[in-house]
């Protein structure tokens, strides 16, 4: 199983970036997706989440700017952001959930600076 995201950068506060991950490997369509992040010296936190029945819930910081959305047919997991604030700079993970396993993809650095 893989779990490869991309799309991450260096970007200004207020902008906007959308995040991509790819999977292989899975029963992508049975899987939970999520978003994670880890700031340095924090814990890896949630962000977002996607059942595989397309029901969303999100992290109270990030209600209203970030949407996680999901193609079953492409096998991937997008993360969009937008109205990004310093604070949103992290390692962002993308991780499949099912009944039995989880998985992880290796990252991708979000830096919001000016």
């Known amino acids: 199983v893989q779990l490869v995201e991309s799309g991450g950068g260096l970007v200004q506060p207020g902008g906007s970036l959308r995040l991509s991950c790819a999977s292989s490997?899975?029963?992508?369509?049975?899987?939970?997706m999520g978003w994670y992040r880890q700031a340095p010296e924090k814990e890896r936190a949630l962000v977002a989440i996607?059942?595989?029945?397309?029901?969303?819930t999100y992290a109270d910081s990030v209600k209203g700017r970030f949407t996680i959305s999901r193609d079953n047919a492409k096998s991937a997991v997008y993360l969009e952001m937008n109205s990004l604030k310093p604070e949103d700079s992290a390692v962002y993970y993308c991780?499949?959930?099912?009944?039995?396993?989880?998985?992880w993809g290796q990252g991708t650095q979000v830096t919001v600076s000016s």
């Open positions: 991780n499949g959930a099912g009944t039995f396993s989880s998985y």
């Open positions: 490997g899975l029963i992508f369509s049975r899987y939970n």
């Open positions: 996607i059942t595989n029945t397309g029901r969303s």
